[in-house]
Nanobody, 123 residues
């Protein structure tokens, strides 16, 4: 059974930092692309960042470029999202998702999803 478990969310002041983790089990993690999406109340889930199976290729939403960094540790079956210079508009539930194919910004491209972790940025 495939599981993706996010952690690291919380409450932080604007300008602060958080590091999210996505721990995977039940799949050959090193062959999967992984992405982070987020969803704020009343909005659609949106792409944040993605990383390919090897960690060589990454992609970011324009809104987080230069502030967020995605990385992975395949021996630990974990993907990270380092979030710096956080803004109130970053407040959302953050989800990780895994795809057996190349990275994509589109939700249907991902087969497995975690339950999400709440990030709240106070201004």
């Amino acid at each position: 059974q495939v599981q993706l478990v996010e952690s690291g969310g919380g409450l932080v002041q604007a300008g602060g930092s958080l590091r999210l983790s996505c721990a995977a089990s039940g799949l050959t993690f090193s062959t999967y692309a992984v992405a982070w999406f987020r969803q704020a109340p009343g909005t659609e889930r949106e792409f944040v960042a993605a990383i390919n199976w090897s960690g060589v290729t990454t992609r970011y939403a324009d809104s987080v470029k230069g502030r967020f960094t995605i990385s992975r540790d395949n021996p630990k079956n974990t993907v990270y999202l380092q979030m710096n210079s956080l803004k109130s508009e970053d407040t959302a539930v953050y989800y990780c998702a895994a795809s057996p194919s190349r990275i994509t910004t589109m939700l249907p491209g991902y087969d497995y999803w975690g339950q999400g972790t709440q990030v709240t940025v106070s201004s």
